[in-house]
């Protein structure tokens, strides 16, 4: 059985996420209280197969209740039940925003967090513990719905319990560094095809640009050693126990040079047998 939970600050799109589980065939519960998820894991268990993809969500909307999660999912180890933690994360500013836009009320507004900004210092640090126990992370600060959809679909879509899915991802400094990012390799040292008026336009998943980006030696070497590096610390992350590794790879807008590298190195793990995806942050920033 396969067992997703889903948790992480107020405003990050969890709901988002359950809705596009829920799309590719998982048994989805929303707002469950800890200390029913083995109670929940069991009662599918025993559906005959009949219910093999599960996930729920939960998070401080059950209060006091929260605090137990640790307890719970200690409770399901030592019960043989096998679950993956999704975390979803968003930078201060945008959850400011986006309780502004919808006028919703967060969990932990009350007489001593009086503010948006003091409920989510709080929430911070009570999720602090979980989400050093997540196997992944997403930061949804920047994200599209779309994107948040092709995240979670090529974490789940298979099961990938198995094995280390590595998610090579391109961006844009000008747009910030992906918070979620276990390895950054700059690539703003390579000849940038920004500046010829035929490619600009254009982007990494266009072969002239490809073409172009790896024309020069320095961007071929470039590429190597970040395969070497890979190649090395993939097998330690592994016996870590990480079931997520996030290369990014970024240029000044996330469009030419670090598209193509992310294109080339999940096509050279993939060809590897390791579980690898390309996936473009910054891509249509400035169309």
């Known amino acids: 059985m396969q067992l997703v939970i889903i948790t992480g600050l107020s405003g990050a799109g969890k709901t988002r996420a359950i809705n596009v589980l829920e799309d590719i065939g998982f048994f989805c519960a929303d707002n469950m209280p800890p200390m029913l998820i083995p109670k929940f894991a069991e009662l599918c268990s025993q559906s005959d197969g009949k219910i093999s993809k599960i996930a729920v969500v939960t998070d401080i909307r059950g209060g006091n209740m929260f605090s137990g999660l640790v307890d719970s999912l200690d409770e399901m180890k030592k019960n043989g039940y096998r679950y993956k933690i999704l975390f979803l994360d968003c930078r201060d500013d945008v959850l400011i925003r986006r309780y502004k836009e919808t006028r919703r009320k967060h969990p932990l507004v009350d007489s001593e967090n009086a503010s948006v900004e003091n409920a989510i210092a709080v929430e911070r640090v009570m999720l602090k513990k979980i989400k050093s126990m997540a196997d992944y992370v997403i930061d949804t600060s920047i994200l599209s719905t779309a994107q948040l959809k092709e995240r979670i679909s090529a974490l789940f879509l298979e099961d990938n319990s198995s094995g280390m899915l590595v998610n090579c991802m391109s961006f844009g400094f000008k747009y910030g560094l992906p918070s979620e990012a276990d390895l950054v390799f700059d690539v703003r040292c390579l000849p940038n095809p920004f500046y010829y008026d035929e490619l600009k336009p254009k982007s990494g998943l266009d072969k002239e640009v490809h073409d172009f980006v790896l024309s020069?030696?320095?961007?071929?070497?470039?590429l190597s050693k970040i395969k070497d590096l890979i190649d090395f610390t993939l097998p330690l992350y592994?016996?870590?126990?990480?079931?997520?590794?996030?290369?990014?790879?970024?240029c000044t807008g996330g469009k030419h040079r670090s598209v193509t590298f992310a294109q080339e190195l999940s096509k050279y793990l993939n060809e590897k047998g390791i579980i690898a995806i390309a996936n473009h942050r910054d891509i249509t920033k400035d169309r």
């Open 216 to 222: 020069f030696e320095e961007s071929r070497t470039f």
């Open 238 to 250: 592994t016996n870590e126990g990480k079931s997520q590794l996030v290369v990014a790879i970024g």
